[in-house]
Every structure is written in C-alpha cells, then in structure tokens.
C-alpha cells in the first residue's frame, strides 16, 4: 500500500516536472484530443490543457488549415472555440461551416476581430493580449486561439500572466504565430510547440479538360513536427481540394421564384 | 426598417415623400423595394429613438397650446380651441410650424377641423402647410374625398371599391346597419370617424421621471478609485430609484466636467437591462479602463439615458460539468464542453467588456453570405443579438438550403488521404491587397490551355522578392456589383517558389537579410481588370 502511494506521488511530481506523460486513467481528462490521429496517437498524446502550446510556420505553411480542421471536430464535439484575430487577416467563408446553428449541441465558434479598417486608432496587439486574458479567465470557452501574425512579441512576463489565468480555468491557449519553423525550441513558458511548412509532394486536381495545364485546385503536402520536452515528432497530412463551383460540382440551381400563394 | 431575420426580409415601416415618389410605400420588404430603386437609403426603426424624439418636440410644443398628445409617429394633436383672441388659428398655425422648424422638423403640415380624424386627412394637403377645415363643415370636407384616406385595410378598401363606393361622402350615405355582418370592426369605426364622430381629444401632457443625478466635488479629481466611488454613490441612488419604479437601465450616460467646461461625454449601451449597482458599477469601469479621460474632472453628470420595464424570468438551471473532469476522456467524441449559454451571466458580463472596450464588432461569429466574391461569400456577424444587422448587414444575403447542404456535404467529405482534414486551404488575406510585379511566360496562341489562361504568370514580386509561380491554376473570373462598385477580378491560385537564378532581380539591399518567407508559398493572385493591375490578396495558410 506505502509502495502504491509513492509511486502515484512519484508519478505526480514527474508530472509536474514533465507534463501529460505520467497520468493515466481519469487524469488523462487533462489532455484534448485534436482528431488528429498523428497528433492525439503520437508523443504528445492531443493538446494539454490549462496549458500554452505554440503554433508556428511561416507566413503560408499550412498551420491555420490544420487548425480548422481541428477546430470543426472541437466544435462538432460540443467544445467552444474562440479565435483572437489580431490583424483581421480572416475570410468569415472559410470558417462558416464551423458554426451550424441548428444543431444546439454543437460548439460555438467566435472570432474577435480588431476591425482594422475603422477609423479608431488602437495598440491592437495590446488589446489582443487583453482580450485572450478575458476570454481565458471567463471560463466560458474551452479553447482560446490567438493569433498574432508576424509580431511575436509574447514577453516571458506575459507568457507568465496568460499561464496563471490559464490555471484556473478549463481553456487550453493555442499562439498561433508566422514564425521560422526551423527555430527548434519553444518559447519560454510553452508546453510544446508544433510547427508546420508546406512540402512537396503537391497533389492537383484538374479541370473539366483534363489538360494538365488546366488545374483547378493545388494542395500541397503539409509537414510538421512536435516538439515535447524536448523530444521532437514528425507528422505530415494531406488537404483534400476544394473545387470551386464553376467546374464540376454544381448543385441543382434552388427555384428562386415566388410561389404564388405567398401574394 | 424593422428586421425580422434578414436584411432581405426587414419590411419598410415609415418611407420619405421622396421613397414614395419612387413607388416605395410601407410593408414592401428591403428586396423589393431595391429592386424599384437601387440607390435606397435605409436606416434600421429604433422606437424608441423616434419616441423620446416626439416627446422632447411635444414638450416644446406645450408653449403653443397647453394641451398636446402624441400618437403615431410624427403625430401630434394640438388643442386649438379658444384662439380666436390670440391672434387666430393662422397664427396657431404658423407658431407651431415655427417651432417644429427650430429642432430641425421642417417639413411639417398641419390640419385643424372639429374632429381628429379631419383635422388628419386636412393636414395631408398637397397645395397647403396648413388646411383649416371651416366649423361645423367636417363631413361636408370629407365627402368628396377618396375612400383611400380611411384607416382600413387594403382588402377591405378593395371590397368598397367594387360594390361602387369611391368617396367618403358614397361611404356614408350607405345606413351603418348594411355593413355591420358584411365587414369587419375596423370599416365600423372608420364610418364613425368620416361621419366625424371621433373621441380623440389632446390632452394634457404626462410629467416623465427622469432618472439623473449630478455630483459637483468642488476639487479636481483624477484617481479612479475616487471616480468609482462617487459612481458608486450615484448609481446607488438611481437603482434604487429604478427598482422603486420596477424599471431597470437600458444605457447609461456620463458627462464629465471641469468647471463649466464639458469635456467628455459618453453613452454606454448595455447589452441587458439592467438595475444592478454592481453591474452598473462593472460596466463603467471598463469605459473608464478602455477610454481614459483626458484632464481630470470637477463634476460628474450621470443619467440613464434609456430604461425600461424590469421582467423576472426563471433562470436556466445547469449542472455543470467541472465536477465530471476526473474522467476518463479516451476518444475526442467523448470530450463534449459545457453548452455556451449566450443569456449566463458569464457571457453576458463578458460580451459588456468587450463591447466596452473593443466596440459591438469586435466578437463576431462567420455567416454565410450569398455572394459571388471570395470576400464577400461570407460575413461576419457581432454575436450580440440586439446588433444583429449594424453595418454588415447592408450586404448579407442569406444562402439557399440547397447550396448550404451541398457545402456542407463537402466540409464533412471522410477521410481525404491520410488524415480528415477539411478540404481546401485557409486563405489569410492581405489588408489592403499587396500589388505585385508580374513576368509573363511566353506561350503560343495556339495551344488550347491559351483558352483559359491567356495572362500566364511566369513570376511575381512578393515582399520585395522574386518567386518563379512554379503552378498556376485555371482563372475564376468573376463580376458583379454593379449597382455598388462594380467588380471585375480574375482569381488564381498560385505555387510560388523561391529561385536562385531570380535572386539577382531582387532587391539587392533586402537579399542578404535573413528573411522568414519560406521556400514554398501558394497565395491568392488576382488581376483586377478595372484597376488593371495584379494583386496577392492573401496566402494560404
């Protein structure tokens, strides 16, 4: 029995020093799965929460597409997401699948803008940093995504701040940054890091002529790795195309006429 | 304007002369009333903007005649009895239009009769600003008029019509007893009033309590702690005033003073109804955190500019699921959130500090928007409910059934090739579009790719780099807008990536810094045919 209590004390403190690793059973609750296989399956085992984890690339890498996709099966599963958009650099096209109204079980996806086009002069990122400590400490949302570009100005000071709002609350904080993947340790105060580029090979998907100049889509490959305690993981995943609606996937066009018994 | 569920769908509830001229009349919807004229101007019905407005204009209208009564919009009835030793209803007439003109109502018209309902059709004069109905001469002013003037329905006015009555006069030479079974209350009553049988009488004005409260320290103050306890204080007073009366504050305004001069003013929309001190409290101190005053102040106004009727309802009881973390989660499928109420008090108290300190737009949520344009193909709409249609409302448009379930059959397409990722990339845009420098490949006319893309990019400029476009895809060439700003753009998709031999062109200054643009890129490229030039808009991310 004394052998059992220290071996439990031992694998909290080895927690403690090395987080997600050395709980199981009902503690495990503490990780989020991503439904990500090579993400929640691999080392890291899903994404901790009440912790930082950074999301890095370069500019067009491939990272905010994982992350949609991560984000409609967080939604699909009942959980919030809120997405800090600090340079308002967001089509609300891409991300409307991810809020369906009608299903009432489903999560909430919310992005706050900083509505750069108006004639308000404001410190965007401050006010950014300000909202992402609001939403963490409202305990509202259970994912908190902030997204600051290409400034990477999270101070450790910060870093600290956003974690201690992060303890007492259930959100797990994703900082998405445009970053050199190649920079191969997380920032202080990160939990892990996950970076990502886009690679080849590039898949294609071709037009109604099937003449290989003709393409209609390009998506090409995306490779990552997970770095963990200083332990690193590869990963690479595949983006399905979207065909845009003049090529081949029309729908029946709806009857847009009145019916006459509406007069 | 008063929407129901969507712009399209807001029906026309009061129209200028202007709209009217154009065939707008009230009841039309928003489209079909664009579709008459496409240069409408709309402005979304706030009644109670419209009735605080009638009543500040009643009470200035008081000095006229002493007794005044509002009804509908941009109505008033006016007692003109016992004029004929001030001057004459002429004067009446004149003093009132004067009066209306000073708070910026010029274009009113006045009707003066025995009975209401005359005095209402005699105001709607077209060759007259005031029309006096002789004494005694109500149904002989009405008569000739046409049925069209009677508060009845449509419906009902046809009916009229097609049994031969056109004028009023018709309408009541017909006994009241052959209607009563063959219509309904309404034409009842309106065969009272053109008999000009009609009990609205003006009446003396109701005193409105005014909940305000002003605090002059005598001292300059500039502390917030100060400044939240003299809050504190006043709101104490004006809750409890408020739950007295069993109303509770809808917004809130502040004018701060130094001495005489008024120096900042604010108005703070709450997005609840409220009566609590602390709320109150809460709320004003995010204005104060989110806009700080400039000078410190001497005196503080505080007032509850807009308030209404307090009503209890049960709250929603929940059981929350904190209690269930200890379990096991093995699956995601299993790690259901609690269920975001958007009525709880955290998310109330939330969406209040945002709106205070970012503005009603700041937290929004993605729409589908049935437009062609990739930027307009979606919208983003503020999730706090009573701001539904603000501003981006003017180009929301809600898409069909038959393409949302043919988009989302797509989004949730199985397993792609080695994970389920949702389909396509994630465009993250460039505001405002970068233009770019373009080299064009050479290619033969004749070849039949030449069909679709004629402008083929060989290589453009990105952030003062030179990139080889190593894939292009076939243009979509989109266009529209044409009663706004009209839209020509050709929309490709670009592998760009980076070449040694296109290294010499670059900025030779920029080219030895290490720079974070990576190897391989895929942005959005447009040749805009109206401006004429090629723009990244954003690159997929």
Same mark, same amino acid.
């Given at each position: ?70 984000? %409609? ?13 600090? /340079? ?42 300000? %909202? ?8 509202? /949302?259970?994912? =908190? ?119 | ?111 003066? %009769?025995?009975? %209401? ?69 309404? =034409? ?354």
């Amino acid at each position: 029995m004394v052998g059992a209590v220290t071996v439990a004390n031992l694998k909290r403190e080895l927690e403690h020093l090395f987080p997600g690793k050395w709980l199981s059973g009902g503690e495990v609750g503490r990780t989020l799965k991503t439904g990500v296989e090579q993400i929640d399956f691999g080392r890291s085992a899903g994404l901790l929460k009440r912790r930082v984890t950074e999301w890095v690339g370069t500019s067009s890498s491939g990272k905010t597409t994982v992350l949609r996709s991560i984000c %409609a099966n967080w939604c699909a599963t009942g959980l919030n997401v809120v997405y800090i958009d600090t /340079f308002d650099r967001l089509l609300a096209s891409d991300w409307c699948f991810l809020n369906n109204a009608k299903d009432e079980k489903q999560g909430r996806f919310w992005v706050l803008r900083s509505n750069i086009d108006t004639a308000i002069k404001r410190d965007y990122v401050r006010d950014s940093l300000w %909202a992402c400590e609001q939403l963490i400490r409202s305990r509202v /949302f259970d994912v =908190v995504i902030l997204d600051l570009g290409e400034r990477n100005i999270i101070t450790s000071n910060i870093y600290a701040r956003l974690q201690r709002a992060l303890e007492r609350s259930k959100a797990t904080l994703i900082v998405l940054k445009d970053d050199d993947s190649s920079a191969q340790s997380a920032s202080w105060g990160t939990n892990s890091r996950l970076s990502f580029n886009f690679a080849r090979p590039v898949h294609f998907e071709l037009g109604l002529t099937g003449h290989s100049d003709d393409i209609a889509a390009i998506m090409p490959t995306i490779k990552g790795s997970i770095l963990r305690d200083g332990m690193t993981e590869n990963l690479e995943v595949s983006v399905a195309p979207y065909v845009q609606n003049r090529l081949f996937t029309h729908p029946q066009v709806p009857d847009r006429s009145t019916s006459k018994n509406r007069a | 304007m008063q929407f129901s569920s969507s712009i399209g769908r807001a029906k026309v509830l009061v129209c200028s002369r202007e709209a009217e001229r154009a065939n707008i009349y009230p009841g039309m919807t928003f489209t079909e009333a664009r579709a008459i004229c496409s240069h409408i101007v709309w402005r979304e019905y706030d009644d109670k903007f419209y009735k605080s407005a009638q009543k500040k204009l009643a009470r200035e209208l008081i000095s006229a005649s002493p007794r005044v009564s509002t009804r509908e919009s941009g109505l008033f009835y006016i007692d003109a009895e016992g004029f004929n030793r001030l001057g004459g209803e002429n004067k009446l007439c004149r003093d009132v239009l004067k009066l209306a003109s000073r708070y910026g109502f010029v274009d009113g018209r006045i009707g003066l %009769a025995d009975s %209401a309902f005359a005095a209402r059709v005699a105001s709607r004069s077209k060759t007259k600003r005031w029309y006096i109905v002789t004494p005694d001469c109500d149904t002989v002013f009405l008569s000739p008029l046409s049925i069209d003037f009677l508060p009845v329905e449509e419906e009902a006015k046809g009916n009229l019509k097609e049994l031969g009555i056109r004028t009023i006069g018709q309408f009541t030479e017909v006994p009241l007893s052959s209607y009563i079974g063959r219509f309904d209350s309404s =034409v009842l009553n309106a065969y009272e009033l053109a008999c000009g049988r009609d009990n609205t009488q003006p009446a003396l004005p109701v005193h409105e309590k005014q909940y305000n409260c002003t605090i002059d320290i005598g001292s300059a103050t500039e502390s917030l702690r100060d400044t939240l306890f003299i809050f504190k204080t006043m709101l104490e007073r004006l809750t409890r005033d408020l739950q007295a009366d069993g109303l509770c504050a809808d917004e809130l305004t502040v004018w701060f003073f130094n001495d005489n001069d008024r120096f900042d003013e604010r108005t703070i929309k709450l997005i609840r109804s409220s009566s609590n001190s602390k709320f109150l409290l809460d709320v004003l101190r995010l204005s104060l955190e989110s806009k700080q005053l400039i000078r410190e102040f001497t005196a503080i106004y505080l007032s509850v500019s807009r308030f209404s009727k307090e009503y209890f309802e049960q709250t929603k009881a929940t059981i929350s699921q904190a209690d269930n973390s200890g379990c096991s989660r093995e699956e995601l499928l299993l790690t259901g959130g609690d269920e975001l109420d958007d009525s709880s008090e955290p998310v109330l108290l939330l969406l209040q500090r945002f709106i205070t300190r970012l503005g009603e737009e700041a937290l929004v949520k993605p729409v589908l928007n049935d437009q062609y344009l990739p930027e307009l193909a979606g919208v983003w709409i503020p999730v706090v409910s009573q701001s539904n249609f603000t501003s981006s409302a003017n180009s929301s448009t809600p898409v069909h059934e038959v393409f949302l379930a043919h988009s989302a059959l797509k989004t949730t397409n199985p397993k792609s090739r080695k994970d389920c990722l949702m389909p396509g990339l994630v465009l993250k845009r460039h505001l405002p579009a970068m233009p770019v420098f373009v080299q064009f490949k050479e290619t033969s006319a004749s070849t039949e790719v030449d069909k679709y893309t004629p402008f083929r990019p060989a290589a453009i400029t990105y952030r003062g780099h030179w990139y080889h476009v190593n894939q292009i895809t076939t243009p979509e060439k989109i266009s529209g807008m044409w009663w706004e700003k009209p839209v020509r753009k050709s929309y490709y998709v670009a592998l760009i990536e980076k070449k040694p031999e296109l290294a010499m062109l670059s900025n030779g200054a920029k080219s030895g810094l290490r720079s974070i643009l990576p190897a391989l890129m895929t942005v959005l490229l447009v040749y805009d045919h109206q401006e004429r030039g090629w723009f990244v808009e954003g690159v997929f991310d």
